[in-house]
């Protein structure tokens, strides 16, 4: 396995803990009442206008020609899993499962899709 795969591997070792972390706190927190029927939309669409801003950092950074800035591009995908999850965690608490559970799957997907677009070098 590359070093930038591994490297990749352990940045979403990171992106893991930190949404658990959210999740357990989450879970010491009361639940919400009363949030709006539109909050499950404006979650997925934060996490898409957040998640187009990675992709233009990262296009941008790969139009360059240095190896270290190719490098930070490649492991930039790392951000999207943990984007789309901590999203699925406020999804979670607020009481909208199903939201929770689509934003889960797209963030594992993400990781997934992530790790195969690694150069392996």
């Not at 070792?13 to 009363?34: E, K």
């Not at 591009?73 to 999804?91: D, H, I, K, N, R």
């Amino acid at each position: 396995m590359s070093r930038i795969r591994q490297v990749y591997l352990w940045l979403l070792g990171l992106n893991l803990f930190v949404v658990l972390f959210a999740a357990a706190s989450a879970l010491l927190l009361p639940s919400p009442r009363g949030w709006p029927d539109w909050m499950p939309a404006a979650w997925w669409l934060s996490a898409a206008v957040l998640s187009a801003g990675v992709l233009v950092y990262r296009r941008q950074l790969m139009s360059r020609g240095d190896v270290t800035e190719r490098r930070v591009a490649a492991l930039s995908l790392a951000a999207l899993p943990m984007v789309w999850g901590l999203f699925a965690v406020l999804a979670f608490w607020a009481g909208y499962g199903a939201t929770g559970t689509g934003l889960a799957l797209a963030a594992l997907v993400l990781a997934a899709l992530g790790f195969a677009l690694q150069p392996g070098e």
